[in-house]
């Protein structure tokens, strides 16, 4: 056996791993495994070519807060992903929701010469029903009549103070719901 036989011999083992190799990576390519690159700004397993969201329904009396929850809706719609918002008549799908349920309930109190109960803190629940409507179809391509959060706000003894502390929690929800509603609309869970 001479010295460049060894030599030739790892050379010749080395290619065919290499071979081996190269054709396990094929044959793994080819079947695709099922995953694959995905653009998080589109939405997944439908089209949506444009959408509309109009100005959600309320039972509320509070002046403005339809306003400040559709907003931050379309905020997330236009911040996340490339689907056009454009006005109800010219879109192919659109977003109906509906504030159901507004309600503020304890979260701690504060209790004086055991005699008088107040609030310190409360917490502020809103219900949300929403859907997804394709309007070429007439189809829906979601629906959640049970969509939920809470936040808490503190009370004070000036009135003002409270009412701000109120609204700052209901943008708390809107934006909670409003990543939900995304969510659901684009990641399709």
């Known amino acids: 056996m001479a010295a460049g036989d060894g030599k030739d011999m790892i ?8 071979l ?8 793994l390519w080819l079947s695709g495994c099922g995953y694959h690159l995905q653009d998080t700004r589109q939405p997944k397993g439908i089209s949506i070519p444009s959408l509309a969201i109009p100005l959600m329904e309320s039972p509320s009396s509070s002046l403005g807060f339809e306003g400040d929850f559709t907003m931050m809706i379309r905020q997330e719609f236009v911040s996340h992903s490339q689907v056009p918002l454009v006005s109800k008549d010219q879109a192919a799908v659109v977003m109906i929701g509906k504030v159901l349920d507004i309600k503020t309930e304890p979260l701690s109190y504060k209790i004086t010469d055991g005699t008088f109960q107040v609030t310190n803190s409360r917490w502020l629940k809103i219900k949300l029903a929403a859907k997804l409507l394709d309007q070429t179809t007439g189809n829906v391509i979601w629906n959640d009549e049970n969509m939920e959060e809470k936040a808490s706000f503190t009370v004070s003894s000036d009135p003002l103070r409270t009412s701000y502390n109120q609204k700052r929690a209901a943008k708390r929800i809107a934006q909670l719901l409003a990543e939900r509603i995304y969510l659901k609309t ?3 869970f």
């Open 11 to 18: 050379l010749e083992m080395t290619k065919g791993s290499c």
């Open 186 to 188: 684009m990641e399709r």
């Open 20 to 27: 081996k190799y190269s054709i396990l990576l094929v044959l």
